[in-house]
């Protein structure tokens, strides 16, 4: 027999999105006819950002008991905040919308396995642009999933809101402006874990829930820094979307490259086993 050609995956190497066939020059317009029903954010790179790591070499953590020289998720949460807003500013021309975004802002993992200062930091940032969004997108609903237990009585100040003490005034301030008719909903994961949520989803029903299944189905997956896996990321949800890896960190992705995915999504054939 004729020896076969190695098959090439797609996602075997991630690539930056200048390697994306472009079908648009503009950086807000794009060129499909659909959009995602529900686009999953994977925003890793933070930290490499900020140490400078290209995304190829292996990836240095941080000493346990020292700190970083300023906040590695502040640009990324700023980052947060201009995707979402453009994303909910996209109008396909059927008239489609993206209806949710699912952003990995905590694993369990990463609240279990780095140092605390970790959690504060991801949760002081992720609280700022939460109240931004939810300021400036009043039709945007947020809502929180994961174990959030133990990041209650966590501290979240902010100078708009000094009444805000806590991560659990944060929550319910979010749950008192609640919009009766969202356009769009955001789910924060914040100390989540796909596996936990499987295993009480299909083997308890009683026992705390590290995560609920969420009532959707993720279209398309974007992971940023270079790296292309799940890292448990809804397991349940996920299982026809559309994964993209690219090379930049999550603090230098822009809209652009968002566009760019949404496109390549647009293009790619979904069978869904057909």
């Known amino acids: 027999l004729a020896q076969l050609p190695t098959p090439v995956c797609p996602l075997s190497t991630p690539f930056s999105s200048n390697q994306i066939k472009k079908t648009t020059q503009s950086k807000y317009n794009l060129k499909t006819t659909s ?47 201009k995707i979402i807003t453009y994303l909910s500013s996209l109008r396909s021309p059927t008239g489609s919308l993206v209806h949710n975004i699912v952003i990995y802002a905590l694993s369990h993992d990463n609240y279990t396995k780095r140092p605390p ?24 609903s947020i809502k929180f999933i994961g174990d959030l237990t133990p990041l209650l009585p966590l501290p979240c100040s902010s100078p708009t809101h000094p009444n805000l003490r806590n991560f659990k005034d944060l929550k319910n301030y979010l749950n008192s402006t609640e919009p009766s008719n969202p356009t ?4 924060v994961l914040l100390n989540y874990s796909g596996k936990k949520s499987l295993e009480n989803y299909y083997l308890t029903s009683n026992s705390p829930l590290i995560s609920s299944v969420l009532p959707l189905s993720v279209s ?35 809209e652009k490259v968002v566009g760019e995915c949404i496109e390549e999504w647009g293009r790619r054939r979904k069978r869904r086993g057909g």
């Open 117 to 140: 200062s970790t959690t504060l930091s991801v949760l002081s940032s992720v609280s700022k642009r939460c109240l931004e969004i939810s300021s400036a997108q009043p039709t945007t």
């Open 184 to 187: 769009m909903t955001l789910y």
């Open 35 to 81: 959009l995602p029903n529900t686009i999953g954010l994977i925003p890793d790179g933070n930290i490499r950002h900020l140490t400078g790591q290209p995304p190829t070499t292996k990836r240095t953590t941080l000493p346990s008991q020292t700190s970083p020289p300023q906040n590695p998720y502040s640009l990324g949460s700023s980052t947060m905040s």
């Open 220 to 254: 398309l997956i974007i992971r940023s820094g270079g790296e292309c896996r799940l890292s448990d990321f809804c397991p349940l949800e996920s299982g026809y979307a559309e994964i993209i890896a690219v090379e930049e960190m999550w603090p230098d992705v822009c």
